[in-house]
Nanobody, 124 residues
């Protein structure tokens, strides 16, 4: 599975961006991670494409929304009310996990074998 992210850019605080992640084939589950300079990569949002509720990090709940277009093998991350602390490289990741496993580990980088190259988001 090859993943290609797009949609990053520079934005003023309070603005919105929508990131897209297009996969070369289908997958079961996906997540968005981000990594700010000097910090560890962290999970932002996850989604099981077969159904179920999305997962969000506390820092983005109520502001970010993860969604899918399964027909296009695409996952989106709508980011509203952006803050300077949202500045980071954003990565899309995909995996083939069972729902029960995904519910416990959606935030774990080690569970995702497929990663995109990242797209930069800068909020000032």
């Amino acid at each position: 599975v090859q993943l290609v992210e797009s949609g990053g850019g520079s934005m003023q605080a309070g603005g919105s961006l929508r990131l897209s992640c297009v996969a070369s084939t289908y997958f079961y589950c996906a997540a968005w991670f981000r990594q700010a300079p000097g910090k560890e990569r962290e999970a932002v949002a996850g989604l099981y494409l077969g159904g179920g509720s999305p997962y969000y990090a506390d820092s983005v709940k109520g502001r970010f929304t993860i969604s899918q277009d399964s027909a296009k093998n695409t996952v989106y991350l709508q980011m509203n009310s952006l803050k300077p602390e949202d500045t980071a490289m954003y990565y899309c990741a995909a995996a083939f996990l069972l729902p029960t496993r995904y519910a416990r580990s959606w935030y774990m980088q080690s569970d995702y074998p497929y990663w995109g190259q990242g797209t930069q988001v800068t909020v000032s």
